[in-house]
């Protein structure tokens, strides 16, 4: 049986200037040579949707938002809307990013809207949920992971391209990786709430694991079963490294 087609996106968020889509070019130069196995996307930060897109044109490397607004337009200082993502160039858009919920108190509902409004915008939403270490260390983990899905996941995703990231809060940017064990319980569970909420999208979508995932761990991490690629935080900004991880996909 054929799985979903693999992602391995890189997340860069509030880092990269003009001089940084030498990294992408590097990465989309060095796809075009040598093809990957798996779709490769960059979430730059907004300001540089446009100018990646204007420097990678329609090459192996698909860019993202890091975020929208629920509604198309508005009063709504210093936010971006899907439209205007899509306008700039974008295919793809994370939301409900941990640091998203934690730092500017995004509820479960609010992504569930702002997913309305990708799809309405033509993004495809790879939508981030995940446990803290408190939870996990109360063996809560699957049970939160499992309330932020229902919530977090309109019905309107039935049919639609879409993707999951789980990310353990305590593995982003700590260096610490979930053990494989642990990834495999926590994917094998996602994908059955995702049948069950969302039919045959729901068992189409890939699930995305991130957290730390570095060249020296990809290969392991992305082996575990219903693993369907990675989101990548601090190892996307180089392309040395985030080829390593693309290519041990
Ligand atoms: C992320 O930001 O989604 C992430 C997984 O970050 P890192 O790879 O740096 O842990």
Same mark, same amino acid.
Not at 217 to 227: D, F
């Given at each position: 049986? +054929? *799985?979903? +087609?693999? %992602?391995?996106? *890189?997340?860069?968020?509030?880092?990269?200037?003009?001089?940084?889509?030498?990294? &992408?070019? /590097?990465?989309?130069?060095?796809?075009?040579?040598?093809? &990957?196995?798996?779709?490769?996307?960059?979430?730059?930060?907004? +300001?540089?949707?446009?100018?990646?897109?204007?420097?990678? *044109?329609?090459?192996p490397v698909e860019i993202g938002g890091q975020d929208c607004h629920a509604e198309r337009e508005g009063a709504y200082t210093g936010d971006v809307s899907a439209e205007m993502l899509t306008d700039a160039g974008a295919r793809l858009v994370i939301l409900g990013h941990s640091e998203r919920r934690a730092m500017h108190g995004e509820t479960d509902a609010f992504v569930a809207a702002k997913v309305r409004a990708a799809l309405s915008a033509g993004l495809e939403p790879i939508i981030c949920v995940g446990e803290t270490l408190a939870e996990r260390e109360a063996g809560q983990a699957e049970q939160i992971v499992e309330r932020q899905l229902l919530a977090s996941l309109p019905e309107a995703l039935a049919g639609q391209a879409f993707a999951v990231a789980y990310e353990p809060v305590w593995a982003i940017g700590t260096g610490r990786v979930a053990e494989p064990a642990d990834i495999a319980t926590m994917h094998a569970h996602i994908r059955a709430v995702l049948a069950r909420h969302l039919g045959d999208s729901g068992d189409r979508?890939? %699930?995305?694991? *991130?957290?730390?995932?570095?060249?020296?761990?990809?290969?392991? +991490?992305?082996?575990?079963?219903?693993?369907?690629?990675?989101?990548?935080?601090? /190892?996307?900004?180089? &392309?040395?490294?985030?080829?390593? %991880? %693309?290519?041990? /996909?």
């Open positions: 049986m +054929t *799985g979903p +087609t693999r %992602i391995i996106a *890189g997340n860069w968020k509030m880092n990269g200037t003009g001089e940084s889509l030498d990294e &992408a070019r /590097a990465v989309a130069e060095a796809l075009a040579q040598s093809p &990957a196995a798996v779709r490769v996307a960059l979430c730059p930060p907004a +300001t540089l949707i446009w100018r990646m897109k204007e420097a990678l *044109g329609a090459g979508a890939p %699930i995305l694991y *991130g957290g730390s995932v570095k060249p020296s761990n990809a290969a392991e +991490t992305l082996s575990v079963p219903e693993v369907g690629g990675a989101l990548v935080g601090g /190892a996307s900004l180089k &392309a040395s490294d985030f080829l390593g %991880i %693309i290519r041990a /996909a």
